[in-house]
């Protein structure tokens, strides 16, 4: 759910939230929304540590502000006020240039449990099962405080949940011992050290010890024994399903190196196969485990290749960037029955934008061309809003759009998710993923809800919001970051239409941004998209995302290096998401534990 | 006010102290001794068990659910009354939302009571005479769920001054069946239909197996879990990891090996002492919640052993002059007062210590209802029931039968949705969608009341 802000409407939030100094005062009260918001410097030198600038040569901490830009006002009667150590990841001054903030304190990582989804591929997977076990939908969710579920924070074994593994392990493991050809498929032989061997593995993602194949045997002789087993190996087999189903080496990806070694190869292995495809290493992921294929990057690499191209890892890059923008709103977006709109429209911009994505990660694309494409997917409905033809008439197909809509943030898909059920653009919906999600500037905590702002016949929307918002508790995070980049966007209206009026009045979309190589203006979003092809900080917070991902926690300041490399390669060399993967998958962060975290 | 010594009294009361205050009333101990512990259904019988509830004088809204709406996780630090229920988080629904059919004229109390599991309209010329005009909840699921179709067992706990009485159980004309209100008539009711065997089905291999399955999971869990705890190197917050799912396969386990009844017909879950004792003084003020618990523990020992599969129970009918001893009654106004917020049994008033009064009454009927949920878990019951926890009315001064208190306990043999706080809204779905969602979990596919719609959120 993406946080909302929209002050005038929520004083008391941001009022506390937000604080504002007597400068950000002076410039809220001046700003309109289409003026420069914030001072040039970028801050107090001190702010703009060491790390901030790596051998990569990336900047992306608070003195890369670059030099001076040319102001359309004054600036500031005071000086901004630096960000303290106490201040670090929750905001920069009123109009100053926000660095990409690494503070993650990641507390889990010898252990961390499977997400519900791992769970549920790793046993399909494991058990060669075609169809869902239909145990997913029962296990008691999380709730994760991060962006990505797959993160550790939360990622624990509760009582219900316990009792809720309990339950689908008892279920899955007899029905599966009651099919004989399902158990054919799952082991050809018929002894029971052979099968534990094998299963076990699998379950375990590495080779059960001596210790732990006997203690299984035991289990399997108990099983074997008990009355209503159809037969002493099926029998077996059952109970021994279902204590792996809930054995912790199971439910646990479960790290033993020592802190500052390499991982074996069986836990780069697991890394590499929840990263990628959200599931379970495959047999021969593990074999390139045991041969010691994955003792070296090269090994990775090529293993991380093969991965990335099964149907998995196209289906994990989904979860990535559902997860990224918030994609899981569309089944909530509730689209104004007035419109007329077909009602499958929601699933239809929801598989819009994954189709975008699809093919930025499947093409071998990356953020510039996230941000920059006119490359789009549209139903039918899509495309007449788009005052286009549809290629085909069935199902979202490509189409071109042309140089009026560069990128994703010009679609419909986020354009309609964020408006205000497309009767109005919610333009400070717009700002805020731009802003949280596209630049990573952290802003102080919003408020809870957004509502629509007042309508005015003889005003724009974006004058009226600039209005809401020019307390100046709220200015100084609105019209400094988020309203300009929302503005950008008023060319769009609530149903992603292209609009040159609004109230009949025309439409502005021009503005500036505080970026961290300077305050930038822009005309519209397509200079926007434009600017955001080309800032470091836009490319620091696409491989923040995908590290964050990727190592499945939260970032800290250690892994600043890597986040710069990353960032690096995206901007300077333009690699695609699938080279971004590679590089971090064959990084010594991602295959060496660095530090008790 | 009761005094201390007599509120206990009943608690207190052993067998032998009975016996020398009954003064020579012929009441005969049964031979406990010739219950064996043994199951008395089989697991491959696959049965289902239901027990509703009736409560009266509505509850304190605000101060009734639990705060949180959505996924139940720990109810331990929740002031509410819902707080009272820690620790059973895995096995409750709470259902918000569900209101009466229509009106009539008369007594709320009565007209809730017909209603409270009927899911139907109210007949009957005057207010506190209302019966249904169709059959309750456990008259249309006993001939599914019971053994030989036995019509279900019908309890009371309370005063029947004689206004209102029982009223929750009703026949397939929509008669007030008869409930008993004295545990010890119960008790001896149920031992005289326990087989000589106790019922056992020495064939019932499938419980000593999943007693014999889930240990070795949990051994395993264990062991591995504590080897995993025991490494050096890993950090604090990867312990306590290890330690919430070791502490979370305690308390598994607990109800594994602690409950030495489980699923087993034994008379070793039963208070006797107390059920003895409680023939005197049924039908006392200052006993209800004491007496509605032994009939909950009875009402487990007969589902486990196989003598019913299906009961109600009433406690109290709101205007029988009930007295609760919580801190906030030192005045002792009646229930039916307090619920009031005056001293009226017709008008309504805003008393703040009536109002405090009734927050601690509901804290301790849900107090009550945990114990008794306490048997069901221990006899194994709770992944084959449902136990409803019910009110006659939803809001005490108001008389409202809008968003009616309701607690499901139990997940019905896995088709019924638990640990779950469930707000679809604030009132206006007809509770017989709930009767009827229950039946349909139950494996009864019969419309129970005016509205046969499922609430599909709360199947699995």
């Known amino acids: 759910m993406i946080e909302l802000r929209l002050c005038g409407l929520a004083l008391l939030s941001l009022a506390t939230a937000c604080g504002g100094s007597a400068s950000d005062l002076a410039r809220a009260q001046t700003d309109d929304g289409t003026q420069r918001a914030g001072g040039i410097d970028g801050g107090d030198p001190a702010a703009g540590s060491a790390e901030t600038r790596d051998p990569s040569g990336m900047n992306i901490g608070p003195d890369a502000s670059g030099g001076e830009v040319p102001s359309q006002q004054p600036p500031p009667a005071a000086e901004p006020t630096p960000p303290s150590a106490d201040d670090a990841g929750v905001a920069a001054p009123s109009g100053d240039p926000i660095p990409l903030v690494l503070d993650g304190e990641p507390a889990h990582h010898h252990y961390v449990r499977l997400t519900h989804e791992q769970w549920e591929n790793s046993i399909r997977d494991n058990l060669r099962l075609e169809a869902p076990t239909g145990w997913l939908a029962e296990l008691t969710p999380d709730t994760s405080p991060r962006k990505y579920s797959n993160d550790e924070a939360r990622l624990e074994v509760g009582p219900t949940l316990y009792s809720d593994y309990e339950r689908a392990a008892e279920a899955l493991s007899r029905t599966l011992a009651a099919d004989s050809a399902r158990l054919e498929t799952l082991y050809r032989g018929s002894d029971a050290r052979g099968f534990i061997t094998e299963v076990g593995r699998r379950f375990y993602r590495r080779p059960l010890t001596e210790a732990e194949l006997s203690r299984f045997e035991h289990i399997f002789a108990t099983g074997s024994e008990l009355a209503s087993a159809p037969d002493e190996f099926s029998g077996g087999v059952s109970l021994v399903l279902e204590v792996l189903l809930q054995a912790p080496h199971f439910l646990y990806r479960i790290e033993s190196t020592p802190d500052g070694e390499p991982l074996s190869g069986y836990e780069v292995a697991t890394r590499l196969a929840y990263f990628i495809t959200n599931s379970t290493p495959s047999d021969a992921l593990l074999e390139r485990a045991e041969d010691g294929t994955l003792n070296t990057a090269e090994g990775v690499r090529a293993a991380a290749e093969a991965l990335l191209d099964t149907p998995r890892a196209s289906a994990q890059m989904r979860r990535f960037h559902g997860e990224t923008f918030s994609f899981d709103a569309f089944a909530t977006l509730a689209l104004d029955p007035a419109s007329n709109l077909e009602p499958s429209l929601n699933q239809d911009l929801e598989e819009a934008a994954y189709s975008f994505f699809d093919r930025i990660f499947e093409g071998s694309f990356g953020l510039r061309e996230v941000l920059l494409t006119d490359a789009a997917f549209a139903t039918d409905s899509m495309a007449m809003l788009y005052g286009l033809d549809h290629p085909t008439g069935t199902g979202a197909a490509q189409l071109t759009l042309g140089p009026e809509r560069p990128g994703f943030f010009t679609q419909l898909p986020f354009l309609m998710l964020h408006s205000f059920n497309g009767t109005r653009p919610d333009s400070v919906a717009r700002g805020v993923v731009i802003n949280d999600d596209v630049l990573c500037a952290a802003l102080p905590p919003a408020a809870d809800e957004s509502s629509p702002p007042p309508e005015r016949a003889d005003a724009t929307n974006r004058s009226i919001i600039s209005d809401e918002t020019a307390a100046p508790e709220c200015a100084s995070c609105h019209h400094a970051y988020l309203n300009p980049l929302g503005f950008a966007f008023e060319n769009f209206d609530g149903l992603g239409r292209q609009r040159a009026v609004d109230n009949g009045i025309p439409v502005q979309t021009d503005g500036s941004y505080p970026f961290i190589e300077g305050t930038l203006d822009f005309a519209g979003a397509p200079e926007l998209m434009a600017l955001l092809a080309e800032s470091e900080q836009a490319h620091a917070c696409f491989a923040r995302h995908i590290t964050e991902f990727g190592l499945a926690r939260s970032l800290s300041p250690e892994d600043r290096p890597l986040v710069n490399t990353l960032a690096a390669a995206s901007r300077v060399e333009d690699a695609s998401l699938r080279d971004i993967i590679l590089r971090l998958v064959t990084s010594p962060e991602f295959r060496t534990r660095r530090g008790n975290l | ?460």
């Open chain 2, 1 to 460: 006010m009761m005094s201390t010594t007599k509120r206990n009294a009943l608690r207190m009361a052993s067998r032998r102290t009975f016996l020398a205050g009954a003064g020579g009333i012929a009441i005969g101990l049964p031979f406990l001794e010739s219950v064996p512990d043994r199951s008395a259904w089989a697991q491959s019988e696959n049965p289902r068990f239901a027990f509703f509830i009736g409560t009266a004088c509505g509850v304190v809204q605000d101060n009734f659910w639990p705060v949180e709406v959505g996924q139940l996780t720990d109810l331990s630090s929740d002031t509410n009354a819902a707080g009272a229920l820690a620790g059973l988080e895995r096995w409750i629904t709470f259902v918000q939302g569900t209101s009466y059919p229509g009106t009539s004229n008369g007594s709320s109390h009565a007209r809730g009571g017909v209603s409270m599991y009927t899911g139907g309209p109210t007949d009957g010329a005057g207010g506190h005479t209302a019966v249904a005009v169709g059959p309750s909840i456990d008259v249309v699921l006993a001939p599914y769920l019971n053994p030989d179709a036995a019509a279900p067992l019908t309890l009371y706990s309370g005063l029947k001054s004689g206004w209102i009485d029982e009223r929750l159980s009703f026949d397939v004309d929509g008669q007030i069946r008869p409930a008993e209100g004295n545990p010890f008539e119960v008790y001896e009711a149920l031992l005289g239909q326990v087989p000589a065997d106790g019922g056992a089905a020495s064939t019932d291999v499938n419980l000593s197996e999943l007693l014999v399955r889930r240990k070795s999971a949990i051994d395993l869990v264990r062991d591995d879990l504590q080897e995993l705890l025991g490494r050096s190197g890993i950090g604090q917050a990867d312990r306590e990891r290890m330690e919430l799912h070791l502490s979370s396969l305690r308390e598994i386990e607990t109800e594994l090996t602690d409950a030495p009844v489980v699923g087993t017909c034994s008379e070793s879950s039963l208070d006797v002492d107390a059920i003895v004792a409680s023939a005197e003084i049924f039908r006392s003020n200052g006993y209800i919640e004491q007496v509605a618990e032994l009939q909950m523990q009875l009402a487990a020992f007969a589902f486990a052993c196989n003598i019913q599969h299906v009961a109600t129970l009433q406690i109290g009918d709101g205007e029988d002059g009930t007295v609760y001893d919580v801190p906030s009654n030192d005045r002792g106004w009646r229930f039916h007062h307090i619920s009031h917020r005056i001293q009226s049994d017709s008008a309504t008033g805003d008393d703040p210590l009536a109002l405090q009064a009734h927050i601690e009454i509901d804290r301790l009927r849900l107090e009550t209802f945990r114990r008794g949920l306490v048997k069901f878990q221990e006899h194994g019951l709770l992944d084959r029931s449902v136990v409803m926890w019910t009110n006659s009315i939803a809001d005490g001064p108001s008389g409202s039968g809008n968003n009616l208190p309701s607690i499901v306990v139990g997940n019905a043999g896995g088709t019924f949705r638990t640990g779950l706080h469930y707000q679809p809204s604030q009132g206006g779905i007809p509770n017989s969608r709930l009767l009827t969602t229950l039946a349909f979990a139950l494996g009864v596919n019969e419309t129970v009341g005016v509205d046969g719609e499922l609430m599909t959120d709360l199947l699995v």
